[in-house]
């Protein structure tokens, strides 16, 4: 293998893979490593942890074709000291040497045949959505989902095409104390046939860092792989099988209390408040008086002490009372565009809403702290 | 105790001493906790370790004088998310409140009687400098300085006043493996009986911390304790008793090789041959070729990989060749100002020289790693 690239492509391409590598849950070498193939016109970087694979490519003269694998970080790491200029590389064996105008080096790798395969997704379902678009919707989404895998389904987000007739995706995400609802535009009209899927939250991370800024990302679905395809990556994952759960109906329609507050002052009146919580249990008391159009924010810890904060609302309906673990509240609040945001309350029983202002789209729930 | 005063006042001075407390090695729970003196027309904010205390004045509206222990951290992140305007502080037995126009609070403190007692400085001797001086020359030598207590000297930087006629005062720090030494100019002439001293590293670091910009440095001197004023905080501090190396003897006279490199290149390309150094000797080799002018930098693990820059160099003297600790040599580059980095040299087996260009009144030394 021999070939030449420009050190600002590389780095670029290794940038978008590397980080995958070394990730993998079994403790393998060759998965430390990146596959680089050599093939015509296009040098191509792959990583996988077994659960995720990502490829790149980046633009290089190839004078002789071949693969080889090295270890990814070490490789990242001494690229991007490298200064922007023309990189010639080759390998000898299993070695790579890599020749600058002022520096070479030789780094020791691992034959490719160890490296694994990279399945192919067998499309039957495609679909189109802007980068943007996808980016921002994850950014409002997978805080919420479980990092825990003791319930599969919980550990991802779910895609959810329920209305394919106007060409919406809902995306979905929970770890059953709260959950978090997006409905994005998609380009394209997708089959009658298409099934909801549930792709794991890390894979979801990932697509993340591969996102810059303009530009379509396709997504390619198969029974048990989704492959999204963003410019020169393509990410491919595997889905989680199961059941999502039936979200919709924790959804609370009766709602009694509607209060609309300063976002800025409400998060910091949050956090002041979160010093005088229980400890194990966050819990801050949120009190709606509709008459005084206030909202009054109260924590008590016997050991700490104590805090109450009037805040001015604009207050719809009935006085009310909720309980809330004030992570959650922040988690919501510092995703949330708008200076303004909307809290919907039935009662103290009953899940809360979190709405912005600025995007009817979003919903944010929260399940309330039970008074004993 | 009944007072008011400014939240940005108070979260000033809060900011100043309540990282000291929670840093004593022992647990006792006071040490946590802050200590508040309402006095004639000021409120003191007292922190201490018992090795540093920091004490700083906070302007108040005081109607009654008294005093009370409370949590510092909680305190001061509470603080912080008031906005900026009147707070009223009382206390009622061992607890205080706290009250702003939307926002009141209660926190559980412990009675002042259990604060450890902050010993009075005896000033004996007693020195001045410019703040933004003594803030440069320490960030230049204190990372030299060893972070183990084995040997107690090296665990402080020297101040030394081995040259009083002319006001400059040396301070140098040393792990054993490399050191630092900064001359720097003194605002008035101290005794001639004024005796070199030790100082904390750790009590250095908080001195850093409670430098902002203009203003002098009062340094007070004791028998055992060292007291810095800066504007409305007062700082003391044990001193390391033990006698510092004589350091002099190991800066090299005989230099045989000078190179001139440019310093954001060689510290990239330092960085770039790291990563193939033996693990745990860190072992860089630089080789200077005077007549071609090149400094050629390298380093081989066999299990890694190898790397090789040649890098201009204006060289001056004889052919030479040492091995650095790369950790060592980034440190010292990386604290260094100047767009050039001079190096000295004397032989592989002498410890080298790195000078900046543009302050003549510092040197950092590094030990050789000799060849086997």
């Known amino acids: 293998m021999k070939f030449s690239c ?3 492509n590389l780095s670029q391409g290794l940038n978008t893979c590397t980080h995958l590598a070394g990730t993998s849950r079994t403790s393998l070498p060759i998965l430390n490593n990146i596959l680089l193939t ?10 996988t942890n077994l659960e995720i694979a990502i490829e790149t490519k980046v633009r290089a003269k190839i004078e002789k074709e071949g693969k080889i694998t090295i270890p990814a970080q070490l490789f990242n790491n001494y690229i991007d000291l490298l200064p922007n200029e023309a990189l010639n590389f080759e390998t000898i064996k299993e070695e790579i040497s890599i020749k600058s105008k002022k520096q070479s080096a030789k780094i020791k790798g691992i034959s490719s045949d160890e490296f694994p395969i990279i399945p192919l997704v ?4 495609k ?10 919707a994850l950014e409002k989404t997978i805080f919420s989902i479980s ?7 919980l550990s991802g987000a779910l895609f959810s095409f329920n209305k394919p007739e106007v060409n919406k995706l809902t995306i979905v995400g929970t770890d059953s104390y709260r959950l978090t609802e997006k409905e994005v535009s998609i380009k394209n009209t997708p089959s009658k046939t298409i099934k909801n899927l549930i792709i794991p ?4 991370q990932e697509v993340l860092r591969i996102i810059k800024d303009e530009g379509d990302v396709d997504i390619c679905l198969s029974e048990n792989q989704v492959l999204f395809v963003y410019k020169e990556t393509e990410l491919t994952s595997r889905v989680i099988n199961g059941e999502y759960p039936d979200y919709k109906q924790t959804i609370p329609q009766a709602i009694r209390t509607k209060a609309l507050v300063k976002k800025e ?23 709606f008086l509709a008459k005084e159009n206030q909202l009054i924010i109260s924590s008590l810890n016997s050991q700490i002490g104590e805090n109450k904060a009037i805040l001015p609302a604009e207050i719809a309906g009935e006085n ?21 945001v909307g809290l919907e309350i039935v009662n103290d029983d009953t899940p809360g809403l979190i709405k912005s202002t600025t995007d009817k789209h979003y919903l944010y729930l929260i399940m309330p702290i039970k008074n004993n």
């Open 265 to 287: 002052e409400f998060l910091r009146t949050v956090k002041a408040a979160s010093f005088f919580t229980k400890l194990g249990i966050n819990d801050i008391n949120l009190k």
């Open 320 to 340: 009310n009372e909720i309980v809330f673990n004030y992570r959650y509240l922040i988690d919501g609040l510092t995703n949330l565009s708008g200076d303004e």
């Open 38 to 47: 050599a093939q015509k016109g296009f040098l191509k970087i792959s990583a």
């Open 127 to 136: 679909f189109l959505i802007e980068g943007i678009i996808l980016k921002n």
């Open 147 to 153: 990092s825990s895998e003791v319930r599969a389904e």
């Open 201 to 204: 939250v890390k894979t979801l």
């Open 122 to 125: 067998e499309t039957k379902e």
């Open 6 to 8: 420009l050190q600002e």
